[in-house]
């Protein structure tokens, strides 16, 4: 019996082929290979960095250390977080090689107009990067980013040319860039030059723009990353330095914020779901009726490093010892082609929904995500691992980001608040006594209610509920060894708690969420008020 099965599905299996049809890299890369030349940021981008690299001096390793250690060393010295205020961190001891402030302050003065040519390439519409599966790019770029010459694959497998093997090496690149410009943001704050502020806050909202197409989620994430840091050198400074501001560019600050609306900060994975369907069509066989089974067991899912590697295919087959004999069992006992096609959907579905879902909304009767439904699948027999597989590996990837973009949101909201307090300050003179007294305020995401507000020696305070979902009056969340991990983290790092049941009072979770912190008040000419 057990041989008449495997037989059945054995000719099933070795029956059906594999079809590669469709070129979906190409898909991806023509979200921007229609831009022209003077659309493209990244050649404009590559020239400033380029520049930047030789005014920061010779490097022994990597090219861009000696500039990333200015900026690391800059920030320390420039405006503090403004969670200074009740976490200071201890002073970091520098390395023998790490270059002085002075070193820093000279390279910053001197990048000044390289920085500005930064900046006017975050302007143009699309970052235009020619990505392949080599790391792309023309000859200039690869020898910018320190790409070897694209060679042909000495053993070339049923993965070569796909998607999975697309690689974005210009994306370090892009996140110094924004540092580069978060520093520049902070000195011209602490000199008074708030227009040059503005500029630089603009020119990194205009990089997480860029970096985010093609739409493929870790671009998504990186562009995500660039804003944040944007809001935080905002907040820094409006908590440190308030005064570097003047009225107009006060106001364009606001304007230029409340312009990235819900879709501007959303997610999109469009690209992401060519990822699963390039990777279908060279892992599933094809019945021409749009289902399959699983084909190369052991080679091509190897290539994907998703089992341990058993050998390559030969042309038209599996190949191998292990496809040939386990195979056909396998194929038989996963899921189809056509099931693992709408699993890997319905994920990017409910990721997407996550758009439009606020997070004091979610449904918090369920699993959070469609990977960890399948975790406790897979847990619950050896039979359902099979079954699931590769999909529930791939899963992994994307588990926990549905609640990212209302992360963001809420800061983008939170620093609309923060410039609410500040215009009403500079009107009426003192702090407002309610946040009521504000045109906007952002919303708390564990119960959708307005931000929470305090003024506490003469320094205004906005917090959010913690885990347990009781207003504590703005007393922070304590651990054994001071301020707790999720009083530390701020907004974004409450993500973990939303939409959950609130945590026993007993579990240490008491207490509130800072998410801002002013400095002392001052006038604005910069007098003490």
Known sequence: GFVAIYLVFAVRHWNQPVRIDVDYVAKIRAESAGASPEERGWPEIRAAMTELRELAGPADGHRDQPMSSLVEVALTASVPPWSAAVMPSSPEIPADDAPTREACEAFFDRATPLIGGLRDATSKPVLGFDMGVDGGGNEADRMFLGLDPPAPAADPTILDGSVIELQFPYYATIRLATRV?????????????????????????????????????????????????????????????????????????????????????????????????????????????????LKFVSA????????????????????????????????????????????????????????????????????????????????????????????????????????????????????????????????????????????????DPFDGEPLRYVVRDDAPTIYILGPDRVDDGGTWIMGPNGLDRAAREGLAGTTRFWGRVPRESGDGMVGDVPVWIGGAATDATGGES
């Open 181 to 293: 410009l978060s520093v520049d943001a902070r000195r011209a704050a602490e000199r008074g030059e708030s227009a040059r502020f503005v500029d630089d806050v603009e020119a990194m909202f205009g990089l997480g723009r860029q970096v985010r197409t093609p739409t493929i989620l870790i671009g998504q994430l990186v562009g995500m990353s660039i804003e944040r840091l944007a809001f935080a050198t905002i907040l820094d400074v409006l908590a440190h330095r308030p005064e570097a501001f003047d009225t107009v560019a006060l106001d364009r600050l606001a304007g230029l914020v409340a312009g990235l609306d819900d879709d501007r900060l959303g997610i999109r994975v469009d690209a992401e779901r060519y990822f699963f369907l390039d990777l279908a069509q060279r892992l599933y066989t094809d019945d021409g009726e749009g289902n399959g089974r």
């Open 300 to 443: 091509g899912a190897a290539q994907a490093g998703l089992i341990p590697d058993a050998g390559d295919p030969e042309d038209g087959g599996g190949g191998t010892a292990v496809d040939f004999l386990v195979g056909p069992l396998f194929a038989g006992a996963a899921i189809d082609r056509r099931e693992a096609t709408e699993l890997w959907n319905r994920n990017l579905d409910q990721i997407e929904a996550g758009n439009t879902i606020a997070p004091w909304e979610r449904d918090a009767s369920g699993p959070r995500s469609v990977d960890e439904a399948i975790r406790e699948e897979e847990d619950s027999s050896w039979f359902a691992r099979f079954r699931l597989f590769p999909v529930s590996m791939l899963l992994v990837a994307t588990d926990g980001v549905e609640n990212l973009a209302a992360a963001l949101r809420l800061e983008r909201d939170l620093v609309r608040t923060v410039i609410g307090i500040e215009r009403f300050r500079r009107v009426h003179g003192a702090w407002p006594t309610s946040l009521d007294e504000l045109d906007f305020v952002g919303r």
